[in-house]
Nanobody, 131 residues
């Protein structure tokens, strides 16, 4: 059973940085994908960035491109979302999610994967950007 646990959320001021972490376990297949999503009050869940473990290729949404970066530490099975120059509109609950069957590269992706492709979810961590 896939388990995901996020950490690292908090309250920061506009322009500051924050790094979210996700520890992932329980995968049966060798390759899978991890995605970071967020959901603000009254809004739909939004895909932020995802990474494929087959080649560490990534796809990042235009809304955060240039400010947010996804990465992983393979030895620790940890995944990270580095968030720079945070803005009040980044305020949301951030989730780590897994597509445990994904075995392709994101290098040629031209859109974010469907939320429904990710079958396992963490509990979420709150990020609040406010002065």
């Amino acid at each position: 059973q896939v388990q995901l646990v996020e950490s690292g959320g908090g309250l920061v001021q506009p322009g500051e940085s924050l790094t979210l972490s996700c520890v992932a376990s329980g995968f049966i297949l060798r390759y899978y994908a991890i995605g970071w999503f967020r959901q603000a009050p009254g809004k739909e869940r939004e895909g932020i960035s995802c990474i494929s473990t087959i080649d560490d290729s990534t796809y990042t949404a235009d809304s955060v491109k240039g400010r947010f970066t996804i990465s992983r530490d393979k030895s620790k099975n940890m995944f990270y979302l580095q968030m720079n120059n945070l803005k009040p509109e980044d305020t949301a609950i951030y989730y780590c999610a897994a597509d445990p069957h994904y075995s392709r590269s994101y290098s040629r992706a031209n859109s974010f994967p469907l939320v429904g492709d990710f079958s396992s979810w963490g509990q979420g961590t709150q990020v609040t950007v406010s002065s």
